[in-house]
């Protein structure tokens, strides 16, 4: 069996394109590993028969010569996505008996190509979160975890866990201020968030519409690589996708970065950011100096404004979002005597506490009086921060930072909203700017734990930005298993 979980993602898509495995096999591999990880809570929802069907299926169409660029690859998918008649909670109480009627568009979009659906993988709720202790449904543990259960980052801390515990493939994950890379981060795998648009937001559960992108959690650069190939694409049910062509990333895998300029912007290395994580930051600037790129000092001045401009437009977006979960049309519903008492108990009761934090947020800085001040003032600055954004790609080609501002911490550590909300300072930035962004994995700090590096390209820059970042992977190596893997 462990031979079977040792391939990566291209790897096991060659040995099934040349019939040295079979997609039941390996999809059994991985169903095997979901059961001996089970006490990590990664899969909210396990679909047993669902996979072994879809990968016989995969298995005919190898035999035929059909087969799609992910035939018969296992993956696991946050809960986010809407899936077909497969409970769809966004790891939230009010949709706990939701079974939706349609596909979102990239899952659709990766049957198309032949994956195999494992199950649905725990998150934040309503991707509200960066250490997945908002999911209804309790905590996913890190599988870097010694002793000490360690958070695996959020929102999509699920879909990080059973990527790098081996229990799944490649994931999806949503990524709306830092929930593909910081929990990519904390796993010490590879999270990719494309430019806003690349992806479809149809079929995903909302949470603040402007940010929200999908994007693909795996093992590898090459791994992710392949799996946006097939989640990207335009989609006329979104009025935001882009009708824009995405050339075979894969095909950029090995492009020389000889000459390129990598921007190391001054305002990500401020005070209070682990001592380990600066170190690694440094080798990586040395690893990308010495594959031939120039190094330049640049300045994005507004990046101090960042977190509290995505704190009062992501909540304020989610709080309309939010509406439509009124216990009418969806989920939840607890009767009561009045209309108005029958929404209070429903959302009352149906909503966590750091969701329902958010909707007072998000009505208070929207509502009359208030909207000038707080909304209208934080759509301004964050145009400054695009701004920063558009001066500083006209000198470079990349931005690399730190992922987080610290590695893994344990469960329940951090218990105060504001220190929760400041992990997400150096992947909030690119998402209020609509940039592609991408953790690697780079080494293991002195506790033990991964350390992930952020490479930040220019819109729908994606070919280059995977150009650099398995540039960067090589040089860094990072090739050390969690010890709660499945073996
Ligand atoms: N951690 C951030 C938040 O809580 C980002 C979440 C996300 O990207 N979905 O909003």
Same mark, same amino acid.
């Given at each position: 069996?462990?031979?079977?979980?040792?391939?990566?993602?291209?790897?096991?898509?060659?040995?099934?394109?040349?019939?040295?495995?079979?997609?039941?096999?390996?999809?059994?591999?991985?169903?095997?590993?979901?059961?001996?990880?089970?006490?990590?809570?990664? &899969?909210?929802?396990?679909?047993?028969?669902?996979?072994?069907?879809? !990968?016989?299926?995969?298995?005919?169409?190898?035999?035929?010569?059909?087969? %799609?660029?992910?035939?018969?690859?296992?993956?696991?998918?946050?809960?986010?996505?809407?899936?077909?008649?497969?409970?769809?909670?966004?790891?939230?109480?009010?949709?706990?008996?939701? &079974?939706?009627?349609?596909?979102?568009?990239?899952?659709?979009?990766?049957?198309?190509?032949?994956?195999?659906?494992?199950?649905?993988?725990?998150?934040?709720?309503?991707?509200? %979160?960066?250490?997945?202790?908002?999911?209804?449904?309790?905590?996913?543990?890190?599988?870097?975890?010694?002793?000490?259960?360690?958070?695996?980052?959020?929102?999509?801390?699920?879909?990080?866990?059973?990527?790098?515990?081996?229990?799944?493939?490649?994931?999806?994950?949503?990524?709306?201020?830092?929930?593909?890379?910081?929990?990519?981060?904390?796993?010490?795998?590879?999270?990719?968030?494309?430019?806003?648009?690349?992806?479809?937001?149809? %079929?995903?559960?909302?949470?603040?519409?402007?940010?929200?992108? #999908?994007?693909?959690?795996?093992?590898?650069?090459?791994?992710?690589?392949?799996?946006?190939?097939?989640? #990207?694409? &335009?989609?006329?049910?979104?009025?935001?996708?882009?009708?824009?062509?995405?050339?075979?990333?894969?095909?950029?895998?090995?492009?020389?970065?000889?000459?390129?300029?990598?921007?190391?912007?001054?305002? $990500?290395?401020?005070?209070?950011?682990?001592?380990?994580?600066?170190?690694?930051?440094?080798?990586?600037?040395?690893?990308?100096?010495?594959?031939? !790129?120039?190094?330049?000092?640049?300045?994005?001045?507004?990046?101090?404004?960042?977190?509290?401009?995505?704190?009062?437009?992501?909540?304020?977006? !989610?709080?309309?979002?939010?509406?439509? &979960?009124?216990?009418?049309?969806?989920?939840?519903?607890?009767?009561?005597?009045?209309?108005?008492?029958?929404?209070?108990?429903?959302?009352?009761?149906?909503?966590?506490?750091?969701?329902?934090?958010?909707?007072?947020?998000?009505?208070?800085?929207?509502?009359?009086?208030?909207?000038?001040? $707080?909304?209208?003032?934080?759509?301004?600055?964050?145009?400054?921060?695009?701004?920063?954004?558009?001066?500083?790609?006209?000198?470079?080609?990349?931005?690399?930072?730190?992922?987080?501002?610290?590695? #893994?911490?344990?469960?329940?550590?951090?218990?105060?909203?504001?220190?929760?909300?400041?992990?997400?300072?150096?992947?909030?930035?690119?998402?209020?700017?609509?940039?592609?962004?991408?953790?690697?994995?780079? %080494?293991?700090?002195?506790?033990?734990?991964?350390?992930?590096?952020?490479?930040?390209?220019?819109?729908?820059?994606?070919?280059?930005?995977?150009?650099?970042?398995?540039?960067?992977?090589?040089?860094?190596?990072?090739?050390?298993?969690?010890?709660?893997?499945?073996?």
């Amino acid at each position: 069996m462990s031979d079977l979980l040792n391939l990566d993602l291209s790897s096991a898509q060659k040995s099934l394109k040349n019939r040295e495995i079979s997609s039941v096999e390996l999809t059994k591999a991985y169903l095997d590993a979901i059961e001996k990880t089970s006490s990590l809570g990664a &899969y909210i929802d396990l679909q047993k028969d669902y996979a072994l069907e879809m !990968a016989k299926n995969s298995d005919k169409k190898i035999n035929q010569g059909v087969a %799609g660029p992910l035939e018969g690859i296992p993956i696991g998918v946050k809960d986010m996505f809407c899936t077909k008649d497969i409970k769809t909670t966004a790891s939230s109480k009010i949709l706990e008996n939701f &079974y939706p009627t349609y596909e979102s568009t990239v899952t659709q979009n990766l049957w198309n190509d032949g994956a195999v659906m494992l199950g649905k993988l725990s998150c934040d709720e309503f991707a509200m %979160g960066s250490s997945n202790e908002t999911a209804a449904k309790g905590n996913v543990i890190n599988p870097w975890s010694k002793t000490i259960p360690m958070s695996p980052g959020g929102s999509s801390g699920g879909s990080a866990a059973a990527v790098a515990s081996r229990s799944a493939l490649a994931a999806t994950g949503t990524d709306t201020g830092g929930s593909i890379r910081q929990p990519a981060a904390f796993c010490g795998i590879t999270g990719l968030k494309p430019t806003y648009g690349r992806c479809s937001r149809w %079929g995903i559960v909302a949470f603040s519409s402007s940010l929200d992108q #999908a994007g693909p959690l795996t093992r590898t650069v090459s791994d992710a690589a392949i799996m946006l190939n097939s989640m #990207a694409g &335009y989609d006329n049910k979104d009025s935001t996708s882009a009708n824009l062509e995405m050339p075979d990333l894969t095909s950029y895998l090995d492009k020389s970065i000889k000459g390129k300029k990598i921007g190391i912007p001054k305002e $990500y290395t401020q005070d209070g950011i682990s001592e380990d994580i600066v170190s690694f930051y440094e080798t990586s600037i040395q690893f990308l100096k010495d594959s031939g !790129a120039e190094i330049i000092p640049v300045s994005l001045p507004h990046t101090k404004y960042a977190l509290p401009v995505y704190y009062i437009i992501a909540p304020a977006e !989610a709080s309309s979002n939010l509406a439509r &979960y009124d216990g009418v049309r969806y989920g939840t519903r607890k009767e009561a005597e009045s209309l108005d008492d029958m929404y209070e108990l429903t959302r009352g009761e149906g909503f966590g506490d750091e969701v329902q934090r958010r909707i007072m947020i998000g009505t208070y800085v929207l509502s009359s009086g208030y909207y000038d001040a $707080y909304y209208l003032k934080a759509q301004k600055v964050r145009r400054l921060i695009k701004e920063d954004f558009d001066n500083t790609f006209e000198n470079v080609d990349f931005l690399l930072t730190p992922s987080t501002p610290s590695t #893994a911490f344990e469960l329940g550590q951090k218990q105060d909203p504001l220190t929760m909300y400041l992990n997400d300072i150096f992947t909030v930035p690119a998402s209020l700017a609509g940039l592609p962004g991408i953790s690697i994995p780079v %080494g293991l700090d002195k506790a033990g734990l991964p350390v992930g590096i952020q490479l930040i390209a220019n819109s729908f820059d994606e070919p280059n930005l995977i150009s650099v970042a398995h540039t960067l992977e090589k040089s860094a190596n990072f090739n050390v298993i969690a010890q709660g893997a499945a073996k």
